[in-house]
DNA sequence: ATAACATCTGGCGTGCGCTCCAAGTCAAGC
DNA sequence: GCTTGACTTGGAGCGCACGCCAGATGTTAT
């Protein structure tokens, strides 16, 4: 599959692609004899994986390290484990604070609502 | 207040409140004659609203327009709710697609334990 | 064979949100 | 009065995650 397919499948850029390749976010891309990029199927899973984690505000850097350790083989699984369950843990209270100031949104909104009444009442009087 | 007690009650950098007012995410703040900024009350409350927001992912522009509309008084009501309304909407589908994302890690990591198991029984057996 | 287009590499540029620095002014303690 | 430390402004610098571009090479259609 050439990058620009990826590209419409998974509404990413040729760029960011190669950006994440060069960075270990994908494992090296298998080239054709003539050095062009060929996609398969398990490298769109990577990217998938690479584009919801980074979604959820994963570093570049940790999703790096990750890739290569599964490079490494089963020997490194339980480090793996505990990268994931790190960043399991930061995005779990990101969404806990996500989740009050959505609280705290609703709340100014539905208070601009009133006010918002009140103050056509107002103006629309004659 | 001092720029200094910000700082602290409110863990953010004096580069940044100074940042942040310039940038009209805070309303200009007092000064002392010698032209010292002199922090109220209410200034502190939009500290952490934007702090609140920023966190939220909301831009610094979303932020600086918004509270310039507050500043321009009660006939501004219906579109400083719309700026809300709008980046409530975007706040509420991430929170979505983080809790997605959550689920997935969750997902791999219930994998990883059950692989970590079986690959230390493999490798503990005498 | 040639035009038109896709892809490659290497490297520079960009936008955002700070962060740091220099050089000067101000405030508090001795 | 003098030192020491906090505060001021303006501007430069930085880290991240890309985006963009030139120039070379590859591929496809006529």
Sequence with gaps: MTIAEVCKLCAISADTLRYYEREGLLPPIRRTPSGIRDYSEQDLDWIRF??????????????????????????????????????????AERLHTLQETLAKLDGKIADYDRRCLAWEREHLRR
Excluded: F, H, N, W
């Excluded at 089963?74 to 960043?87: F, G, H």
């Design 50 to 91: 690479a584009q919801c984690m980074r979604a959820a505000g994963l570093p570049i850097g940790a999703l790096s390290r990750y890739v290569s350790l599964v490079r490494k083989g089963d020997s490194t699984l339980r480090e793996r484990k505990e990268i994931l369950a790190r960043e399991r843990t930061r995005l």
